[in-house]
């Protein structure tokens, strides 16, 4: 059996796999599928050596004040974390008329700014059950648009598409690039809500702000959409506040600062907002994705040399 062979029977194992759980997430107890993500997530933590030193020397880079048995407990607890947030995604799939267990606090400030007619664009991050957030604002009536890589088997990834378009949220890929982009201005265009996530790698490009004091490449799409279109940054990010329970947390409108040149301009807003997620993470450490690796890019001494390319 070839390479592309074993990646064909991997994929549609997984495929079948999430349609299983899928169907009887639909029927479970939410609390027993916590207690199904609890054991799989601590299984998960013992068996996935490779992601939980990831997750570790993450944590390290964030906290170096932090005893290596802090770090293990925070670990562990993402793991469950992130293994329950799968389980309960797929019963709020199932189950969207129970999404009233999700309130939303601040709600009148993306009110505000829908009403100017030029869009909103959400700036959040990998915090908490992320995918819910979306949900929820597409329950509560608002237009929501949601940026993400299409997947690589097609088969799941037109049948996650079906269960967005069911809950009303509308996709934009992140790729082709040009196609990503024209239909994110269509989107603000017609007054609708891009959710953006500002808090990942972004390989050689964007720029490199520092995140818990080290350089992290930092993108920089919602600065440079917000300037070209006059649509609004509003912060926002949802947390787990219990059993199925939670909250999207909506801050007011964030006003760019503007320097005399563009690319000041962006670093200098890019640094604003890296802080603020910085802070929100600092509030709910073990619900940010610790084994995402965001300093994984560093800036060749090339970059460094370019101004207003990296945060002195």
């Known amino acids: 059996m070839d390479k592309q062979q074993r990646k064909i029977i991997k994929r549609r194992f997984g495929w079948y796999t999430v349609r299983i759980f899928i169907f009887l997430n639909g029927f479970l107890p939410l609390r027993l599928s916590y207690f199904l993500g609890k054991v799989f997530g ?12 990831i997750a570790l ?14 770090k293990k407990t925070i670990a562990r607890q993402f793991f469950i974390f992130m293994s329950q947030g799968s389980f309960e995604l797929l019963y709020y799939l199932e189950n969207s008329h129970r999404l009233d267990n999700i309130r939303i606090e601040g709600r ?10 030029k869009g909103a664009i959400i700036l959040t991050a990998h915090l908490g059950n992320f ?26 990834g037109n049948y996650f598409q079906d269960l967005r378009i069911k809950a009303g949220i509308k996709t934009i890929f992140s790729y082709p ?11 603000l265009k017609s007054n609708e809500i891009v959710i953006i996530q500002m808090d990942q790698n972004f390989g050689t490009g964007g720029v490199w702000v520092n995140f818990f004091g080290k350089l992290a ?10 300037s070209r279109t006059g649509a609004n940054i509003v912060p926002a990010y949802i947390h787990r506040e219990g059993v199925g329970k939670h ?23 890019a640094i604003k907002f890296t802080r603020m997620i910085e802070n929100w993470v600092k ?27 990296v945060e002195r």
């Open 42 to 53: 601590t299984i998960a933590y013992l068996v996935v050596l490779r992601h939980r030193r």
């Open 57 to 70: 020397n993450s944590l390290s880079i964030a906290f170096p004040e932090m005893s290596l048995k802090e």
């Open 108 to 117: 009148e400030y993306l009110e505000q700014v829908l009403e100017k007619k």
């Open 131 to 156: 995918p819910l957030m979306s949900l929820k604002l597409a329950k509560a009536g608002f237009p929501v648009n949601i940026l993400t890589r299409p997947l690589r088997d097609a088969k799941a």
């Open 177 to 187: 690039r040009k196609e990503c982009v024209s239909n994110i201005l269509k989107s």
């Open 217 to 226: 490449a930092t993108p920089t799409g919602p600065i440079v959409l917000s």
């Open 247 to 269: 909250c999207v947390r909506i801050f007011p409108q964030e006003e760019l600062i503007y320097k005399e040149d563009k690319n000041e301009t962006i670093l200098a807003n």
């Open 283 to 309: 509030k709910e450490t073990y619900q940010w994705a610790w084994i995402h690796r965001r300093w994984k890019s560093q800036p060749s001494e090339e970059i460094m040399n370019i101004k207003f390319k």
